[in-house]
């Protein structure tokens, strides 16, 4: 298996507070890889890293074999790396088919001269622009919604929508930030599915969650983090079962009852 | 009657004017949240600029035209490249852009006066001040040429807006620019074409107004900002409909002061307007009531 981002010793701090510490990952492709940890721990920080929005003060992201540093925000799209957000970030007065159709601007590209005098050619590709939008949103099973204005769907919906728009940019990594929060236990059932469905389709997925019973299905590989460092790596049973973790969690005494001394 | 429909016939043709400024502005305001006040001086530099090549040099109009379109989408493409880049990138205050913006205006201003002074010229127009008289009403040919073109304008970029790729992603950058330059939109480059955009509309206005006016000098940019401030502010900034709107309003609202009043007083008139709107709808007429998140 290709690594297709590789995370070592990355640090950074905000005043004296040192919000993570020397963190390393992998991601491989086709793989689902999860950081969770408890509040205050570093994984947003982590991810904003990862996407560029804030700038590391040491390590090393390689995303692909290059190096992300530097990189303005809208290159981490063409280099085939698209995040969700957290606080759904749709684009409000638009249909769910012009949400999507944004998302693939970058695939589809035309010259100065095509745009200008609206050239056969260009009204072909603009067509199969859309007919490739409309397509993966019926594969998505949201097809009865393609023009109905996204401000009026539902949450878990609007949630899902972000998901499909982020599709569209055509990933190689697709970065979750929470995808389950603000959702019902039947909605993270569909949504873990709707992850694997993606999957799936060839594109490598990390999460960022607390929602443990959805970390617990879906992912290949977990990263713990607390206090701004690495606490445990490892597949679900391992994470789940170590000592360190669950006190982090739910703290000495938890950890004591758990174990059953 | 005939007099009251005689001026808003001139309140259409002047309202054609303000609505290709203020839609400019709107664009803009849409796009980063800034009132541009150096608009203004650009509708006043595009006139110049016609002027300088249609009578100066001696260029035929469409050269003329063509080469002041060309400038003036350079000049909007720096002006925003040179000056407002900067302050996004360094994520200064909205506040320190609108400060920026007065300050590109007084330079642009002075920097037609050390070169061309402050008299009044006799600005070149087409038709030779020719009418039509359809009964009691006289309709200059220099004011349909004006009302066909914005309307042909308006339809155009509002097509572009809602259809075309870039008028797409000009909306979804208005809507969101940080989702957007996630999707892989060059967000800078969007604010670039807005602002050559919303700056190839001014300096056509300004050619436009001075043309049916037949006069020129450097402080035209400033009354006609005000003018469109206000008629943007009356529909509902950043709401391109509402620009055309407001714009329309404004100018009969002159053009009524002006004709029933006293010449004196239609300045006011748009003084007045703009009072009202901020004490008794603040977010226009077709702008929506906006939350601020804390």
């Given at each position: 298996?290709?690594?297709?981002?590789?995370?070592?010793?990355?640090?950074?701090?905000?005043?004296?507070?040192?919000?993570?510490?020397?963190?390393?990952?992998?991601?491989?492709?086709?793989?689902?890889?999860?950081?969770?940890?408890?509040?205050?721990?570093?994984?947003?920080?982590?991810?904003?890293?990862?996407s560029g929005f804030y700038s590391a003060d040491e390590g090393e992201i390689i995303f692909d074999g290059k190096p992300v540093a530097g990189r303005r925000a809208y290159d981490f799209a063409h280099n085939g790396m698209v995040r969700t957000f957290q606080n759904l970030r749709l684009f409000k007065s638009m249909s769910v088919l012009e949400n999507v159709l944004i998302g693939r601007q970058h695939v589809t590209r035309y010259t100065p001269l095509q745009m200008m005098f609206n050239t056969p050619k260009k009204r072909r590709m603009e067509q199969k622009d859309r007919a490739a939008a409309?397509?993966?949103?019926?594969?998505?099973?949201?097809?009865?919604?393609?023009?109905?204005?996204?401000?009026?769907?539902?949450?878990?919906?609007?949630?899902?929508?972000?998901?499909?728009?982020?599709?569209?940019?055509?990933?190689?990594?697709?970065?979750?930030?929470?995808?389950?929060?603000?959702?019902?236990?039947?909605?993270?059932?569909?949504?873990?599915?709707?992850?694997?469905?993606?999957r799936d389709r060839g594109i490598t997925i990390l999460v960022i969650e607390h929602d443990m019973s959805l970390i617990n299905k879906i992912s290949d590989y977990i990263y713990v983090m607390n206090h701004g460092e690495l606490l445990c790596e490892g597949t679900s049973d391992v994470v789940m079962n170590d000592e360190q973790v669950i006190e982090a969690y739910i703290g000495k005494g938890g950890a004591k009852r758990v174990s059953g001394n | 009657m005939t007099y009251f429909l005689q001026l808003t016939i001139n309140a259409i043709a002047?309202?054609?004017?303000?609505?290709?400024?203020?839609?400019?502005?709107?664009?803009?305001?849409?796009?980063?949240?800034?009132?541009?006040?150096?608009?203004?001086?650009?509708?006043?530099?595009?006139a110049f600029s016609y002027y300088i090549f249609a009578v100066l040099v001696g260029l035929p109009w469409y050269l003329s035209f063509l080469i002041t379109f060309i400038l003036i989408g350079i000049v909007g493409f720096a002006y925003d490249r040179l000056t407002l880049l900067p302050l996004r990138r360094t994520n200064q205050p909205k506040f320190t852009g609108l400060i920026c913006t007065l300050g590109v205006s007084i330079v642009l201003q002075n920097l037609v006066f050390v070169f061309m002074g402050s008299n009044t010229r006799q600005f070149p127009t087409f038709f030779e001040g020719r009418y039509l008289s359809l009964g009691p009403f006289n309709i200059s040919f220099i004011q349909i040429l004006i009302v066909c073109l914005s309307v042909a304008i308006?339809?155009?970029?509002?097509?572009?807006?809602?259809?075309?790729?870039?008028?797409?992603?000009?909306?979804?950058?208005?809507?969101?620019?940080?989702?957007?330059?996630?999707?892989?939109?060059?967000?800078?480059?969007?604010?670039?074409?807005?602002?050559?955009?919303?700056?190839?509309?001014?300096?056509?206005?300004g050619i436009l107004s001075c043309m049916s006016f037949r006069s020129l000098d450097i402080t035209i940019g400033s009354t006609i900002a005000i003018k469109a401030f206000t008629a943007t502010v009356l529909g509902g900034i950043g709401n391109l409909g509402g620009a055309v709107l407001g714009a329309f309003i404004v100018a009969m609202a002159e053009s009524?002061?002006?004709?029933?009043?006293?010449?004196?007083?239609?300045?006011?008139?748009?003084?007045?307007?703009?009072?009202?709107?901020?004490?008794?709808?603040?977010?226009?007429?077709?702008?929506?009531?906006?939350?601020?998140?804390?």
């Open positions: 298996m290709k690594e297709l981002l590789t995370v070592k010793n990355l640090s950074k701090s905000f005043g004296g507070i040192r919000a993570v510490s020397d963190i390393g990952l992998k991601v491989e492709e086709g793989q689902i890889v999860s950081i969770i940890g408890p509040n205050g721990a570093g994984k947003t920080t982590v991810f904003n890293l990862l409309a397509e993966l949103v019926a594969e998505m099973g949201m097809k009865d919604m393609l023009n109905v204005r996204c401000d009026g769907l539902p949450y878990g919906q609007q949630k899902k929508l972000e998901l499909v728009r982020a599709l569209a940019t055509q990933p190689k990594l697709l970065m979750l930030d929470e995808p389950a929060a603000g959702l019902n236990p039947q909605e993270s059932q569909e949504l873990a599915d709707f992850i694997f469905s993606i | 002047l309202g054609s004017i303000y609505a290709l400024t203020a839609v400019g502005y709107s664009m803009v305001y849409g796009i980063l949240e800034l009132v541009n006040f150096a608009h203004g001086s650009v509708f006043m530099l595009g308006m339809v155009a970029l509002s097509l572009f807006v809602k259809k075309a790729k870039l008028g797409v992603a000009m909306r979804a950058v208005a809507q969101n620019s940080m989702a957007s330059e996630w999707m892989g939109i060059n967000v800078n480059s969007v604010v670039s074409l807005t602002f050559i955009i919303g700056s190839v509309l001014a300096a056509l206005s009524y002061t002006a004709g029933f009043i006293s010449s004196d007083m239609r300045d006011l008139s748009a003084f007045v307007i703009l009072m009202l709107v901020l004490l008794f709808r603040p977010n226009g007429l077709l702008g929506k009531a906006v939350q601020k998140k804390v």
